[in-house]
Nanobody, 123 residues
């Protein structure tokens, strides 16, 4: 069964950190691009990052650049999003998905999507 499963969301105070995980099963992440997206209430979905782990490239949206870092674990067929210096405006449901675009101009992909994990930044 092909699926992506995110975890690691939760409630965090402003300035805090969270690490999201995305585990793939039924296929390998080695040969696809993998991105992180988020959707806040009443807002359009936003592309945050897109990575090609075959060549080590990762591209970030300006809104999260220098605060968020995408990484992977080959052995676990997983990717991660380390989120630091979190702000209330980072509150959203976060998704991982395959087949993202480096340009981050699209908020959707034709690949596989996880179910999402809620991140809430509030004091």
């Amino acid at each position: 069964q092909v699926q992506l499963v995110e975890s690691g969301g939760g409630l965090v105070q402003p300035g805090g950190s969270l690490r999201l995980s995305c585990v793939a099963s039924g296929f390998s992440l080695d040969y696809v691009t993998v991105g992180w997206f988020r959707q806040a209430p009443e807002k359009e979905r936003e592309a945050l990052s897109c990575s090609s782990f075959s060549d080590g490239s990762t591209y970030y949206a300006d809104s999260v650049k220098d605060r968020f870092t995408a990484s992977r674990d080959n052995a676990k067929n997983s990717v991660y999003l380390q989120m630091n210096s979190l702000k209330p405006e980072d509150t959203a449901v976060y998704y991982c998905a395959t087949d993202c675009l480096y340009s981050l101009t699209s908020s959707t992909t034709d690949g596989y999507w996880g179910q999402g994990t809620q991140v809430t930044v509030s004091s």
